[in-house]
């Protein structure tokens, strides 16, 4: 759903010179869910200059990373929390802070919504400092993510709302940063979810993707499958809407296979199966829910999986 993204982060160069503010950048997944990818470039150069834990540290967190958006969690979870240990270790806290946002991610991740509070709980104590506040935005972000992840709507709606940019109707005057373009993602989810101004927020996020110079082809097929939404949210739709619908799903699709992201094509596979279904298309619906079972089945996704097989042995 939120799909990840990715941040480069001055984390360890405060060993060398001041420390700063971590900026951030994009490759582009989903919201499906966001991960707190940092990878530590700030000392790039000569690795013999840098003291041996700083290395181990950084290699796990790529390997965190690596394994993260490959969907291998129990490995990303296993990186990270090497990472955090030896953070740990030498008292870096923002180091720790990072790692524990990363951990927190993969507990999402595998839908464990408990652990991965407990880790956004462990990460506010540390952002209580001035020196770390700049990271409540992606601690905040997290806690809507978690709401929304449980179908907690209005608890999620409350949390993201407080992270956006300012609007006029539907349209920014701001360039908006990773955080604010995942919680844009998140609203008009939850939009779609209590069929309540879908246009409005389908428009602002269109807008928003307009105005990032950070276009990722995950941002971009998820805006195709919300405005595939749109077409088909009323119970009578033309055969021109059908067709537009399809070929918008089906675009996207191409685009997450395209950058695999996993979590993308398994929904997408999902939504058009349930597409077929409505179309009483049974041969497509019941190849694109095998598909989208397979794609679910890697990412140890159970509800999906129980929920396609319920469906399936309804239409036996």
Not at 129 to 138: D, E, G, L, W
Not at 224 to 249: H, I, W
Not at 271 to 279: M, S, V
Request: include cysteine.
């Amino acid at each position: 759903m939120l799909l990840g993204f990715l941040f480069k982060s001055t984390l360890y160069q405060h060993f060398y010179s001041s420390k700063k503010k971590s900026s951030g950048t994009s490759p582009g997944v989903y919201l499906s869910l966001l991960l707190a990818c940092f990878f530590i470039n700030s000392c790039a150069g000569n690795l013999s200059k840098k003291p041996l834990v700083l290395v181990d540290i950084e290699e796990y967190s790529n390997d965190g990373i690596k394994a993260y958006n490959n969907a291998q969690w129990s490995k990303a979870q296993l990186f990270f929390s090497k990472a955090l240990q030896l953070s740990q270790g030498i008292d870096d806290q923002e180091g720790v802070l990072l790692s524990i946002l990363n951990l927190a991610e993969v507990s999402l991740a595998l839908h464990d919504h408990t652990k991965s509070k407990q880790y956004l709980v462990q990460a506010g104590e540390i952002t209580k400092y001035a020196a770390y506040q700049h990271y409540n935005p992606r601690i905040n972000l997290l806690y809507g993510l978690n709401a929304l992840a449980q179908k907690q709507l209005s608890k999620a709606e409350a949390i993201l709302q407080k992270l956006l940019p300012i609007f006029e109707n539907d349209k920014l005057n701001t360039i908006p940063d990773d955080i604010q373009l995942a919680a844009i993602a998140s609203l008009t989810r939850i939009a779609f979810l209590k069929k309540q101004d879908a246009l409005l927020w389908t428009n602002r996020y269109a807008n928003a993707l307009q105005k990032t110079a950070n276009k990722s082809t995950n941002r971009t097929a998820r805006l195709l499958r919300f405005q595939a939404d749109l077409l088909l949210q009323y119970d009578v739709t033309t055969k021109e809407k059908d067709n537009e619908a399809e070929s918008k799903m089906q675009q996207a699709l191409l685009l997450y296979k395209e950058n695999l992201s996993r979590a993308g094509t398994a929904a997408t596979l999902f939504e058009l199966a349930q597409f077929y279904r409505k179309k009483h298309r049974w041969q497509e619906m019941q190849d694109y829910f095998n598909r989208s079972k397979a794609v679910y089945s890697f990412l140890k996704n159970t509800e999906k999986l129980e929920l396609i097989t319920e469906i399936l042995a309804q239409q036996k």
